[in-house]
């Protein structure tokens, strides 16, 4: 696995209030989405971009922090696996669920600072709470954010105290310098702070995770809590059966895909040939079915059927800005905030397609967990110092009601 030291590589609707109270906030956010405009659209369309697609890897070791993966599901290879997130950031804001693992991104920079620099996406797997958080996401910049989806960035110097300065070795015998947190039994994500008072072996990031442990059936923490063995009969990994399917994230330039189809002359065949599931373009096709009238839909469809199984768009230019489905839903650049920690500018770096959603077997229901897109703002600056994990700033936009049962 190349490390991409030079950054090159992969480094809503607007929900109606709940109360009837916020309809003048929600005019004022109507007036401030005129900011938006038709320029955010032709610049789409020059600046190249970086498509992420999942794919089981060939080799597991592959997705082990020292080999400094992009990934999607299963659980997180921290880059820094000992100043975990808070207890207070790992979970959802609305309903105190510890939230789940959705992918990360490793993105370095050309600074030393950031010779080593991942994005880390988490969500609440609950619709309800994404709802709850469209209806906050609109309060622009309140005090204290209440959120379902939550971005984290980490960065470390070349030389550090985790990593060998050196490029990892491509057999799978690269070993990290320290180890890491002790992280929870059940979900494999979180700092494990609290321990079983029985065994005093399993950890667990909260009270409700080890009260599903505990209740899971014949792999269950009860089966083997106070056998003398627990640490040798228990898997190291995370016993949750309720964590995303786990791929690798592989990538490709876009540029390249528009030469492929000039050279194929309109044929469709390469786009089809690039399917890595059976059926799966025409499955994929549920996702994109919108209002043939909206410009926004039609710019989307049309820039997406290139590789319809992206499930990322990358660019570390500062003149990208995302695809967005629909129109309405957008910031403005005032929705976005400031850097928490230096108080900068934050610029759009990436967006999370509703595809993964294909790959993770989201069931198909009224209620089940969907977006349009997730669009992640990350400070211009990646400025150092402070936390392990600073958290950034991501944006969801919902399809709207004509657009959202695929």
């Known amino acids: 696995m190349d490390i991409d030291l030079s950054g090159e590589k992969l480094k809503s609707l607007h929900m109606s209030s709940l109360d009837e109270e916020e309809d003048e906030e929600e005019d004022q956010n109507d007036d401030v989405e005129d900011e938006v405009s038709d320029e955010d659209d032709e610049e789409e369309d020059r600046v190249p971009m970086t498509l992420g697609f999942v794919e089981k890897p060939k080799n597991p070791w592959t997705l082990l922090r020292q080999y400094f993966p992009s990934k999607a599901g299963g659980t997180p290879a921290w880059l820094d696996p000992i100043n975990l997130p808070s207890e207070k950031s790992s979970l959802c804001d609305f309903c105190g669920e510890p939230l789940q693992f959705l992918l990360q991104v490793y993105a370095p920079l050309p600074e030393e600072s950031t010779f080593h620099r991942t994005l880390f996406v988490f969500m609440c797997p609950s619709m309800t709470c994404l709802l709850r958080d469209q209806h906050e996401q609109w309060k622009r910049h309140p005090e204290t954010p209440s959120r379902s989806v939550k971005v984290f960035r980490c960065q470390l110097p070349r030389v550090n105290s985790f990593y060998s300065s050196e490029a990892p070795a491509e057999d799978g015998t690269e070993q990290p310098l320290t180890a890491g947190a ?58 949750s059966n309720f964590l995303w399917p786990e791929y690798e994230i592989a990538n490709e330039d876009e540029g390249e895909l528009d030469e492929e189809m000039a050279n194929d002359e309109g044929s469709a065949s390469s786009l089809i040939s690039r399917s890595r599931t059976d059926g799966s373009f025409g499955k994929l096709q549920t996702y994109f079915k919108g209002n043939g009238e909206n410009r926004s839909w039609a710019s989307f469809q049309e820039r997406i059927s290139l590789a319809p199984e992206q499930v990322l768009r990358y660019s570390s230019s500062a003149e990208a800005k995302p695809l967005w489905p629909v129109s309405s839903g957008r910031p403005s650049k005032l929705d976005i905030p400031k850097c928490n920690y230096c108080g900068g500018t934050r610029g759009f770096e990436f967006q999370v397609l509703p595809q993964l959603l294909y790959f993770f077997h989201v069931k198909d229901s009224e209620d089940s967990l969907d977006w349009a897109t997730i669009v992640v703002y990350t400070c211009e600056a990646s400025c150092e110092g402070g936390v392990g994990y600073k958290e950034e700033f ?13």
């Open 394 to 406: 991501a944006w969801v936009q919902l399809a709207s009601q004509s657009i959202s049962h695929r």
């Open 182 to 239: 002790k992280l929870c039994n059940w979900c494999g994500t979180w700092k494990g702070d609290k321990i079983c008072s029985s065994c005093r072996k399993a950890r667990y990031c909260s009270g409700k995770h080890q009260t599903a442990h505990w209740r899971s059936g014949n792999s269950s923490h009860k089966v083997f809590c106070r056998q003398m063995d627990t640490s040798d009969k228990e898997s190291e990994s995370a016993a």
